[in-house]
């Protein structure tokens, strides 16, 4: 529990709904909120980095007696893809940092302050003024999905007519939203609908992984497993098609709204997740020869915001205790890569779906089909791109790029 003031009121409360104040409008709640967290880790950072000592020490002893070069050699392998890939994707995310950056000081400027602080990351801008009832939101994506196709199209038709869909959030309900493949074709999809954009937005990524399922659905149980880096094809390609539709009739406001929310998850899964992996990665290194102590692990976090944020943010408000807060830690290694793996390959697809429509659509079933036959860089040959090289990587980033510039545009018109 977390002890904290809010509005001159002694509270105390869990640590998710601490960190949930991060959402909050209001700046200082967000940031007692997050000096109330950082109190808190800190006392309890001691168990913690014992904790994570050992399970790095584990997973350093099982990689020499794997054999393995190191840790992250691993993971490569698990998630299909080899180093070559990984070097590309990143030399393009870390040339992608000053757009991030710009997209910080935009929001900046949007929130009416000097620059960004750690616990405005999450904070809300503009007003999401459309409410998109369940019934609007479902004609939307049906008749955006034909946009694409008319096969995708009335895929999403039968799952909203044959019930797949557990939409409305209710008490005892978990949170959050997920897909799975029930039989043959069918998938069922829970979500929690709120009215928004983001809850239509849900809806369509979801989809795309019901979409994703049909594709595979004459495929052996073997056939189907598909690795993390691959499983987000689909729905991030969907998510992306109503994006831009949406954008396409929205109101300036709107559009800051809609930008905002899609630019807050890119900056996390592309900035954030490369901060993580810098952690981790030097976390494993000297794990090898000795045991980490408090200061040093938070030094090591503070050093990869500072590499990624840049001058996006403010470098007295970083979060040094982010190895604390993150369960991805402590599981497998590098759990964290794969994310935006899914997110740059699914946005690349993307621009090249922009590129060359027809030619894409005659492959690109084909492709979700086979993503438990081969791995990455094969099925990305076949498909007629090299994702070794890291100009696939810029296209992905580009779409992003694009978006930044727009948001600044309407941030400056505001
Ligand atoms: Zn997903």
Redesign the pocket.
């Known amino acids: 529990m977390v002890e904290l003031e809010l509005k001159g009121e002694r509270q105390t409360l869990p640590m998710s709904m601490v960190r949930n104040l991060a959402v909050d409008p209001d700046r200082s709640v967000r940031a007692a909120a997050y000096h109330a967290e950082l109190q808190a880790w800190e006392r309890h950072a001691m168990p913690i980095a014992s904790a994570l000592n050992s399970i790095k020490g584990e997973t350093n002893l099982l990689t020499r007696r794997r054999k393995w070069r190191d840790p992250l050699e691993a993971s490569l392998f698990r998630n299909a893809i080899d180093e070559a890939v990984l070097d590309a994707m990143m030399t393009a995310a870390h040339e992608s940092f000053p757009h991030f950056r710009r997209y910080l000081h935009a929001k900046a400027r949007a929130l009416g302050i000097e620059r960004c602080a750690w616990y405005d990351l999450f904070a809300p801008v503009g007003k999401d003024a459309k409410r998109w009832e369940y019934d609007e939101a479902k004609q939307f994506i049906i008749e955006q999905f034909a946009t694409y196709s008319q096969k995708m199209s009335d895929f999403a038709r039968r799952a909203f007519e044959e019930n797949w869909i557990d939409a409305p959030p209710m008490p005892g309900k978990r949170d959050g939203a ?2 799975m493949r029930l039989r043959k074709d069918e998938s069922r999809i829970l979500t929690n609908y709120k009215p928004s954009f983001n809850g239509l937005s849900t809806l369509a ?2 989809l ?2 019901a979409y994703h399922n049909l594709c595979l659905a004459n495929r052996t149980y073997l056939q189907r497993f598909t690795p993390m880096t691959l ?2 094809t689909a ?2 390609f969907c998510e992306t098609i109503v994006r831009n539709a949406a954008l396409q009739n929205a109101t300036p406001e709107e559009q800051i709204a809609i930008l905002e929310a899609s630019l807050q998850g890119s900056c996390q899964v592309v900035v954030d997740i490369t901060s993580r992996f810098l952690f981790e990665k030097a976390v494993f290194e000297r794990r090898n020869e000795r045991e980490l102590s408090v200061s040093e692990l938070c030094a090591l976090m503070r050093e990869a915001q500072e590499q990624t944020y840049g001058d996006g943010l403010d470098p007295q408000s970083l979060h040094p205790y982010m190895w604390c807060a993150k369960p991805h830690y402590y599981g497998s290694a590098f759990y964290n890569y794969p994310y935006m793996f ?1 997110l740059l390959f699914g946005l690349g697809l993307y621009a090249l779906y922009l590129d060359d429509p027809d030619g894409f659509r005659a492959r690109y079933d084909d492709l979700l089909s086979s993503t438990g036959m081969a791995d990455a860089p094969t099925l990305a040959e076949q498909f007629g791109f090299d994702i070794r090289k890291p100009d696939f990587w810029r296209n992905s980033l580009e779409v992003i790029r694009q978006d930044v510039e727009r948001f600044e545009a309407l941030v400056q018109g505001a």
Do not use: D, T
């Open positions: 997920f897909c990524h979801e795309g992984h499983a987000e729905s991030i899914g």
